[in-house]
């Protein structure tokens, strides 16, 4: 990788800590309601991710903010989204969970745990019988995979060789439930191996997501069908704003900061492509300059106007308009 490609990197992660402590402040303060589930500790897996992917289709879950602004959307109308503002990416209708924006190629997130992947394979098998140059991406959880819909999918991309990339974001966790207490497989990626190619990753280091995606998405493009990536990655808050994370001990905790992976990448970028620490610092503080403009926009934009409440809803043409 070029040494600017590691410090857009670098930026992005950092913008996307700094976008997720803005989002938990403004919830606590009230600007926000509804679901929040916050990245931070796996902002390296998410910018990673979509930045090693460049074009296709992308599917994921509730916990995407950081993807939606790797993948491109800017932060402030993510924020704004966020609030509940009609300047939002989605008009102030999806809010946290369903950022959602067709030019990016970003079909955003879904609070359905796994509802993605299926819709993620109706996707493949549409670009497949296209012709389509490009893959399709899923992002879901370790307990995503355990559901039904996961295995499903498994099969039928297989059987069908879709041009899918799997990628899971293990963090041993749904909500409060060890993943060991429920799976099978400690590692998921045993569950994809009948099927297609794996390959296992650190999630806390962007660097090697970056090199894991790359690689499966040069496979799947070179015409092989779908392959698996596991990302063993670590969330530092609770499962969503409503979750006191008491479920982790403060060793666990610990052992999980010390991966963290903006100071990992950091390291990199000093030790391995002399980046300065003028060059650092400026980065950082153009990201925190840049969420306090988010904040801003998001706090002066408009609520929607109730005469609106009904668009985008219902079916105009249908005939089942409420009035
Ligand atoms: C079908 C379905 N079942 C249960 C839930 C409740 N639920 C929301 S998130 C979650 C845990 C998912 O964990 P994982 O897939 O590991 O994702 P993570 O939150 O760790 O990123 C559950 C059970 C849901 N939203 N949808
Ligand atoms: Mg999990």
Excluded at 78 to 95: C, H
Excluded at 162 to 181: Q, S
Aim: glycine share 8%.
């Amino acid at each position: 990788m070029k040494k600017t490609a590691a410090e857009e990197l670098y930026y992005l992660m950092y913008l996307g800590r700094k976008f997720e402590y803005a989002a938990k402040e403004y919830y606590l303060k009230g600007n926000i309601s509804g679901f929040l589930h916050l990245d931070i500790g796996q902002e390296g897996f998410s910018v990673a991710a979509m930045k090693a992917f460049k074009k296709g289709d992308v599917f994921t879950t509730y916990r995407e903010h950081v993807l939606a602004i790797a993948r491109g959307m800017e932060p402030k109308v993510v924020m704004a989204e966020l609030f509940g503002k009609e300047s939002g990416v989605s008009k102030g209708r999806g809010g946290s969970m369903h950022l959602f924006e067709p030019k990016l190629d970003f079909y955003g997130g879904d609070a359905i745990v796994g509802g993605q992947i299926v819709n993620a394979v109706g996707c493949a098998y549409a670009r497949k019988y296209q012709e389509s140059e490009n893959a399709v991406m899923v992002i879901f959880g370790d307990g995503a995979s355990n559901g039904g819909a996961f295995f499903e999918s498994l099969n039928i991309s297989s059987a069908w060789q879709l041009p899918l990339l799997f990628l899971c974001e293990n963090n041993e966790y749904a909500i409060g439930t060890k993943i060991t207490r429920v799976s099978h497989f400690e590692k998921q990626s045993n569950k994809a191996k009948p099927y297609m190619r794996t390959i296992e990753v650190d999630g806390m280091d962007a660097l090697a997501v970056y090199e894991a995606v790359a690689e499966a998405n040069r496979y799947i493009l070179d015409g092989n069908g779908p392959c698996f990536v596991e990302a063993m990655t670590c969330r530092y808050e609770g499962h969503s704003i409503a979750d006191a994370n008491s479920y982790r001990s403060a060793e666990e905790m610990k052992i999980c900061k010390e991966r963290d992976p903006i100071q990992r990448l950091k390291k990199d970028l000093i030790e391995s492509f002399s980046s300065s620490d003028e060059v650092i610092a400026n980065l950082e503080k153009k990201a925190e300059d840049e969420i306090e403009k988010a904040v801003e926009f998001a706090l002066n934009s408009k609520e929607p106007d109730v005469s609106t409440l009904y668009d985008n809803v219902f079916c105009k043409e249908c005939g089942n308009v409420v009035s």
